[in-house]
């Protein structure tokens, strides 16, 4: 796919997911890998109005090259992308269900959302890393990211929201589609007697199917 025609696939997608209610105002940030460098939204525009031709352009070394100034969040973006070569992209959004969870789990622990669907399982994995709370736009988050992603698609920002990578930029965004359901599915369950969870072996026949 052209850069030009992965700007357009972004400020697409960036506004569905804003006219769904997954970001609001200026919240949430979009990143894609490109052969020489990296896209990335501007900081402090809004996902529902980007410009596809505003959009920062970051070369191979993360410095700023053209369009607009990037995200505050570049080295969160960056962190993950060097912990997953195999990622194109990173969405990291405010929505309320994920961002609910990311305030209930342990910081540095991992999020319990229990296996109670396929898609969640199929689309983030076994673990959800929490890391901990660092105001947006700390550098100093950058370790306990790169740490975090290593080891899970998905992680969570204590207190602030979830973090999506995919090997594209559809399928990161269909990932973190899934796990705000997965997140609205656990809280709406979670004192609810009775609820039945995917088994382990399930779970196992889904990652080996489709992980
Ligand atoms: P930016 O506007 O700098 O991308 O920051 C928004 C955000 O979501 C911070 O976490």
């Known amino acids: 796919m052209s850069e030009a025609a992965i700007r357009e696939e972004l400020s697409l997608l960036a506004k569905s997911?804003?006219?769904?209610?997954?970001?609001?105002?200026t919240a949430g940030n979009i990143s894609v890998r490109l052969p020489d460098g990296y896209l990335m939204t501007p900081t402090n525009s809004c996902l529902g109005r980007l410009d596809p031709a505003r959009i920062s352009k970051l070369g191979a070394?993360?410095?700023?090259?053209?369009?607009?100034r990037p995200s505050?969040?570049?080295?969160?973006?960056?962190?993950v992308l060097t912990a997953r070569p195999e990622a194109g992209a990173v969405v990291h959004l405010h929505s309320t269900y994920a961002t609910a969870i990311s305030c209930l789990a342990p910081e540095g622990g991992d999020a319990e959302i229990p296996p109670l669907t396929p898609y969640f399982v199929m689309r983030i994995g076994r673990r959800l890393p929490c890391v901990p709370y660092y105001r947006p736009g700390d550098a100093a988050m950058?370790?306990?990211v790169h740490e975090a992603a290593k080891g899970a698609k998905a992680l969570l920002l204590a207190n602030h929201g979830p973090?999506?990578?995919g090997a594209t930029l559809a399928e990161a965004v269909h990932a973190?589609?899934?796990l705000e359901e997965a997140a609205r599915l656990a809280l709406l369950l979670?004192?609810?007697p009775g609820v039945r969870?995917?088994?382990p072996a399930q779970v196992d026949d889904l990652l080996a199917t489709f992980g």
């Open 17 to 25: 997911l804003f006219k769904r209610g997954y970001s609001v105002g």
């Open 61 to 68: 070394d993360w410095s700023h090259l053209s369009g607009d």
């Open 72 to 79: 505050k969040e570049v080295f969160l973006h960056r962190a």
């Open 142 to 144: 950058e370790p306990a």
């Open 163 to 165: 973090v999506v990578s």
């Open 176 to 178: 973190s589609e899934e």
């Open 190 to 192: 979670r004192d609810v």
């Open 197 to 199: 969870r995917l088994t």
